[in-house]
């Protein structure tokens, strides 16, 4: 064998055929890999937003069942000569120089305006406790407001209302998406179920059920007692009495699945004052 001639074939390199087999083997790999890593993200996404979903549930559910346990009914009604003397929280606001306190005040003598031309034609002003649940919905007064400014003129008691209504977004199917919101009304009035400052508290549920524990005779088996889908403490029955315990239910639809697949979750609110406070 001549050795420049072997020499000269050594340096020719690749063929072209080598060449295509060598790129296909590369392409092959890189659309393996590309499509784990495709899939390794979509997982991330789903399990994330799986865990957001949780995290919303767990924190909305949470407070429901927290502020529904300090549901309460007071006897009486609180006439308008009841009610603190604005003027007189006006004056002192005034003589402290606090402009905070000064303009709530303000706004509550606006209130109490009104007040009174409602009660010179005849009506009296009253405060309304009360319970009031329906299958989908829930209203009723509560020791559950949080003050989150530091000359906030309010007390812990509360109108507060869970209710689902519909949003003007709409998800994958084409659908309108369904929200659970929470009202809360810092002032009560002569309406539990209106009035306050609405928010959204789950963006997206398919559906939100509320019952409520209707205790029986005293002797029977678990008291004789059954879950109704309405409850209203200012007439019938049950007037003046609250549930013992209310169960919460809410399906969602699945995160990053088709939305016909759905997901259930249920808790229960024990109420700690099933009676009237007569004081």
């Known amino acids: 064998m001549n050795p420049a001639r072997h020499a000269r074939r050594r340096d020719r390199g690749f063929t072209l055929t080598e060449v295509l087999i060598a790129v296909a083997i590369l392409v092959s790999m890189t659309v393996v890999l590309w499509g784990a890593l495709g899939i390794s993200y979509r997982s991330r996404d789903q399990m994330t ?13 949470d407070r429901m069942t927290r502020e529904l346990s300090t549901a309460f009914i007071a006897a009486h009604g609180n006439r308008k000569e009841n009610l603190p003397d604005p003027k007189s929280l006006l004056e002192a606001a005034q003589g402290a120089g606090n402009s905070s306190v000064e303009d709530a005040v303000n706004r509550e003598l606006d209130l109490q305006t009104q ?17 009031v649940g329906k ?3 829930v209203h009723f007064t509560a020791l559950a407001h949080i003050r989150t ?15 689902v209504r ?3 977004r709409r998800n994958l199917d084409g659908r309108l998406v369904r929200e659970l919101v929470r009202r809360e009304d810092i002032t009560l009035d002569d309406d539990v179920e209106d009035g306050g400052v609405i928010y959204t508290l789950i963006d997206e549920v398919e559906d939100v059920k509320f019952e409520f524990w209707r205790p029986g005779q005293e ?13 209203d403490s200012r007439k019938g029955e049950l007037r003046g009495t ?16 088709d939305e ?16 009237v406070l007569d004081y």
């Open 219 to 231: 002797g029977d088996e678990e008291d004789g007692g059954r879950w109704v889908n309405d409850w």
């Open 166 to 168: 519909t949003s003007k």
């Open 135 to 137: 299958n989908d919905e």
């Open 260 to 275: 016909r697949q759905t997901r259930t979750f249920t808790t229960q609110a024990q109420i700690m004052m099933t009676q």
């Open 242 to 257: 609250l549930p013992k315990r209310v169960k919460i239910t809410v399906t969602v639809p699945r995160p990053g699945t």
């Open 149 to 163: 400014q530091p000359d906030e003129i309010s007390s812990d008691q509360c109108e507060i209302s869970y209710f």
């Open 115 to 131: 007040q009174a031309e409602a009660d010179l034609q005849g009506r009296d002003h009253y405060v309304e406790t009360a319970f």
């Open 49 to 61: 937003r799986s865990f957001d979903q949780f995290q919303t549930l767990r924190q909305a559910m």
